[in-house]
């Protein structure tokens, strides 16, 4: 079992930054990808950015690449994601979820299903 609890999330004016953090407890969570989703009002949740269990590979969605930054401390059984360069459209709620894969991650994004743990979100809202 992994439980995951996401912090760090705010009203932050367009072109700031935010550090989201997500904690997981458990003994395993150096053998789990980890990923950030977000979902805006009205729309489904959408992919944002995953890590592998070491940390050796990332990928992105288009809308966030070159902004966003996705790390891991499996020291601290802890996920992080910069944001950066915040826009309006990036206003949603930021889950965590953990997919239990120690594979590479670079060729692309898992779907939603294959995540095993989520956590309760944080909302993030970028004003204009």
């Known amino acids: 079992q992994v439980q995951l609890v996401e912090s760090g999330g705010g009203l932050v004016q367009a072109g700031g930054s935010l550090r989201l953090s997500c904690a997981a407890s458990g003994r395993t969570f150096s053998s789990y990808a980890m990923g950030w989703f977000r979902q805006a009002p009205g729309k489904e949740r959408e992919f944002v950015a995953v890590i592998s269990w070491s940390g050796g590979s990332t990928y992105y969605a288009d809308s966030v690449k070159g902004r966003f930054t996705i790390s891991r401390d499996n020291a601290k059984n802890t996920l992080y994601l910069q944001m950066n360069s915040l826009k309006p459209e990036d206003t949603a709620v930021y889950y965590c979820?953990?997919?239990?894969?120690?594979?590479?991650?670079?060729?692309?994004?898992?779907?939603?299903?294959?995540?095993?743990?989520w956590g309760q979100g944080t909302q993030v809202t970028v004003s204009s």
């Open positions: 979820a953990a997919r239990y894969y120690t594979g590479s991650v670079r060729s692309g994004a898992a779907p939603l299903y294959e995540y095993d743990y």
